[in-house]
Every structure is written in C-alpha cells, then in structure tokens.
C-alpha cells in the first residue's frame, strides 16, 4: 500500500548492511507508478554506468544484462530497486551470488530467490510515539490523531508536520476536523512529504483497469471487512478476477486467519470519493442496494436457523427490502439524496422507507438491515428480534413527492 513506508525500510535496512556489501550500494529508481516507468534496459544501464561511466553501452536489454552480470561477478554489491512496477521489470535485475536485490513495490508479484515481506501499518505505540516525535504539542491527542490517520506512516507524518508547521492550529480543532470522514484526506494533507496520502492512493488506482477501478469504488459501502462472496453479490464480481487484481496492487488487504477482506480506512474513504465518478456509471446507488438487500436477507436467515426455522415466509415479496430511489428525490448536499423506498407488492398496504444518511458515509451504515422497516401490523416501534421496526400505513415517509404518495 502506498504510505506505508516501504522505502524508508529499504533506505534503513541498506545503512546496516553498508559493513556487508564493501563493493557499492546503488539506488535504482524504477519509477513504477509513473505513467513512462523507468524499462529494464535503463535500469540495467544505470547501475552498469555506476561503475563504468564511460562506457559506450549497447541497447539491447539481453546483452546489457549479460554485462551487468559480469560486473557484478565476484562482488558485493547491493541494488536497491525502489518502487518497482511489476517481475518483469525486476527480472533482469537479479544479480549474481555475493550481491544482494533490495525491492520495494506496490504490487505483489514472485521471483526466483525472492522473499517477500508485507508491511502493516504501525502499531499504536509507535504510531503515538512518531506523532509527538515530529510535534511535540499534541500531547494526549496524539492517539485518537493516529486512529483517524489509520496509523498509516504517510499520513501520520504529514499531520503531525501540519501541525508543526501551523502552530495557529490547535490539535483538539484538528482532531475535530480529522472527524469529519467527506473531508479527513484533504485534512490531513502533503505537508512534511512529496505527495499527500490521496495523491498516493491515486497512482495506485490510476494503473487500475476500468473493472478493477468500478469494483474497488464499489468496495466503499463495506463499513468493515467482507468476504469473497459478499463482493461477487455487492459488486458483480463472481469470479474474483478484480478481487484478486486489487490483492495484488495492494488496495484490499487480506486475514488470512478469517479469510476476509477488508479496506484501510483512508483507502475506504478514498474510493468513496470516487464512487460517483460518472465514468463507472453512478455506482454507488446499485452497490449500495445489493449490499443493503444482502445484509437484510443474510440478518433474517440467520435468525430462522437460529429459531430452528427452515425457512422464512413473508406475506410480502423479499423484494420489499431492495430500496428503490424516489424518482423527483433531489441530491443533498454532497451527492447523497432522498431515497423513497416503497414495497414492490401491489396489493401491500405498507411501506419500507428510509431516509439517506451523510454523504460522508455508507447511506445504509454498518447495521443497514436494522435500519429497515417491514411492513408489519405490530404496533410501531416494537422490538423485534430483527431489530426496531416501524409499522406504517402510509407509504410516503422518506419524502413528499408525488411519486412517494402514488
């Protein structure tokens, strides 16, 4: 994932092993989240010229890396190859027995004698300890700054440096902004760093195909982690071909213990900024109801295995809980709107309404199932064991339209 510190580690881990490798260290920058990455034959070429600068060297890729292992022979040299694009570009890179190959990548990808390492975001304590080390007034905040930062390093280090460059800004005022979910990539900024954490997130979705970009939009009205078959249902993904591609970019990140998925909390911001890009179509609305329609049916077949109930009848068609949007509804503020969601039974004499939530979450929030009314001759408000439902005669409450009263 990007931010997370991949090439501070490498950087680190190449000053102690300086003693090891006496021969040279060589910097490789493969630029591969770069629209034009850097070709195998010009980082074969860089470190050739590293120790002969002079030289006139040929262009084809085959015998520059016949020369680059000629050179290596014999020596202890360690290549650092920062921010690879994929194993092709790196392939030609694998040096000769003495040397060692350093690589930092966003994508995940195997090689021959290639050990991989994921990198996690930083535990608690030393997310807090990296938030006062850069700005020692946050004092006591400094926790709930690195829970809403995601204990990202990337993010954390642009806030704490905002907050040491901006000495007007209190860090209670901050944390206050940080709350506000529509807005926390832009508040927290690029100080301190190159490129802000949305920036960085940005390079890994621009090399996206256009599946890959409309299913990981798609993943943001998931509240927290998710399953393989939660996507195939939510996103239209049955084959998990576009599961497996954000895997392997590093935008969905993988329990191997649950064997579920889940999205950082930035990242999950990050693709909800997106989901109402018009090039996917407006997807968020469809992604939204079948992940509220999913979580509704899986609620209620969960308590009739639990009550030892076969299955479940209604006397209304389970389409009533898929949630419909009022055809003359306008969007609020933000891009959420008002949604009308009536019963799709002609003969039912109730209705199923709800209204949109903020913009800045999931329309349909963690617990969306609870959220639902079914139609029901219960006196309103009871408890049920699905949650509170409402009982209602009139099948306009979301909003005033004439549609809704139809």
């Given at each position: 994932?990007?931010g997370?510190?991949?090439?501070?580690?490498?950087?680190?881990?190449?000053?102690?092993?300086?003693?090891?490798?006496?021969?040279?260290?060589?910097?490789?920058a493969l630029?591969?989240?770069?629209?034009?990455?850097?070709?195998?034959?010009?980082?074969?070429?860089?470190?050739?010229s590293?120790?002969?600068?002079?030289?006139?060297?040929?262009?084809?890729?085959?015998?520059l890396?016949?020369?680059?292992?000629?050179?290596l022979?014999?020596?202890?040299?360690?290549?650092?190859?920062?921010?690879?694009?994929?194993?092709?570009?790196?392939?030609?890179?694998?040096?000769?027995?003495?040397?060692?190959?350093?690589?930092?990548?966003?994508?995940?990808?195997?090689?021959?004698?290639?050990?991989a390492?994921?990198?996690?975001?930083?535990?608690?304590?030393e997310?807090?300890?990296?938030?006062?080390?850069?700005?020692?007034?946050?004092?006591?905040?400094?926790a709930?700054?690195?829970?809403?930062?995601?204990?990202?390093?990337?993010?954390?280090?642009?806030?704490?440096?905002?907050?040491?460059?901006?000495?007007?800004?209190?860090?209670?005022?901050?944390?206050?902004?940080?709350?506000?979910?529509?807005?926390?990539?832009?508040?927290?900024?690029a100080?301190g760093?190159?490129?802000?954490?949305?920036?960085?997130?940005g390079?890994?979705?621009?090399?996206?195909?256009?599946a890959?970009?409309?299913?990981?939009?798609?993943?943001?009205?998931?509240?927290?982690d998710?399953?393989?078959?939660?996507?195939?249902?939510?996103?239209?993904d049955?084959?998990?071909?576009e599961?497996?591609?954000?895997?392997?970019?590093?935008?969905?990140?993988?329990?191997?213990?649950?064997?579920?998925y889940?999205?950082?909390d930035?990242?999950?911001?990050?693709?909800?900024?997106?989901?109402?890009?018009?090039?996917h179509?407006?997807?968020?609305?469809?992604?939204?109801?079948?992940?509220?329609?999913?979580?509704?049916?899986?609620?209620?077949d969960?308590?009739?295995?639990?009550?030892?109930?076969?299955?479940l009848?209604?006397?209304?068609?389970?389409?009533?809980?898929?949630?419909?949007?009022?055809?003359?509804?306008?969007?609020?503020?933000?891009?959420?709107?008002?949604?009308?969601?009536?019963?799709?039974?002609?003969?039912?004499?109730?209705?199923?309404?709800?209204?949109?939530?903020?913009?800045?979450?999931?329309?349909?929030?963690?617990?969306?199932w609870?959220?639902?009314?079914?139609?029901?001759?219960?006196?309103?408000?009871r408890q049920?064991?699905?949650?509170?439902?409402?009982?209602?005669?009139?099948?306009?409450?979301?909003?005033?339209?004439?549609?809704?009263r139809?």
């Amino acid at each position: 994932q990007g931010g997370v510190g991949k090439t501070e580690l490498a950087l680190a881990a190449a000053k102690k092993l300086d003693s090891r490798f006496p021969d040279g260290q060589i910097l490789v920058a493969l630029r591969g989240t770069d629209p034009e990455p850097l070709s195998a034959a010009e980082a074969l070429a860089a470190v050739i010229s590293r120790f002969e600068p002079d030289a006139r060297l040929p262009e084809d890729a085959g015998k520059l890396q016949a020369l680059y292992l000629s050179l290596l022979h014999d020596k202890k040299v360690l290549v650092l190859a920062d921010n690879a694009r994929d194993a092709a570009q790196v392939r030609p890179l694998l040096p000769p027995p003495g040397s060692l190959l350093l690589v930092t990548a966003r994508t995940r990808f195997a090689l021959p004698g290639l050990a991989a390492i994921d990198l996690d975001c930083l535990a608690e304590p030393e997310a807090v300890q990296l938030l006062q080390k850069i700005c020692p007034r946050i004092g006591g905040r400094a926790a709930a700054i690195a829970k809403k930062c995601g204990r990202l390093p990337l993010a954390l280090r642009a806030a704490a440096s905002l907050l040491e460059v901006r000495c007007d800004i209190d860090p209670a005022d901050y944390l206050r902004d940080l709350s506000v979910e529509a807005d926390r990539l832009q508040t927290i900024g690029a100080e301190g760093g190159e490129i802000g954490i949305e920036a960085s997130l940005g390079l890994s979705y621009a090399r996206l195909p256009a599946a890959a970009q409309r299913v990981f939009c798609a993943l943001a009205v998931f509240p927290a982690d998710f399953d393989a078959a939660a996507v195939a249902v939510v996103c239209g993904d049955g084959g998990q071909a576009e599961l497996g591609t954000l895997f392997r970019y590093s935008l969905v990140e993988f329990d191997h213990q649950e064997g579920r998925y889940c999205l950082h909390d930035l990242t999950r911001l990050f693709a909800a900024a997106r989901i109402y890009d018009p090039a996917h179509g407006g997807e968020r609305l469809p992604a939204e109801e079948r992940h509220a329609c999913a979580r509704t049916k899986s609620s209620l077949d969960g308590w009739g295995r639990l009550k030892g109930i076969g299955f479940l009848s209604f006397p209304f068609p389970l389409e009533v809980l898929w949630p419909t949007p009022c055809p003359t509804a306008k969007p609020r503020s933000g891009g959420s709107g008002c949604y009308g969601l009536r019963s799709l039974g002609a003969a039912s004499t109730n209705s199923v309404a709800k209204r949109a939530s903020r913009p800045s979450r999931s329309i349909y929030g963690e617990n969306a199932w609870r959220n639902y009314r079914l139609p029901s001759r219960r006196r309103p408000n009871r408890q049920t064991p699905f949650g509170r439902y409402v009982c209602c005669r009139r099948p306009a409450l979301a909003c005033n339209c004439p549609a809704a009263r139809n």
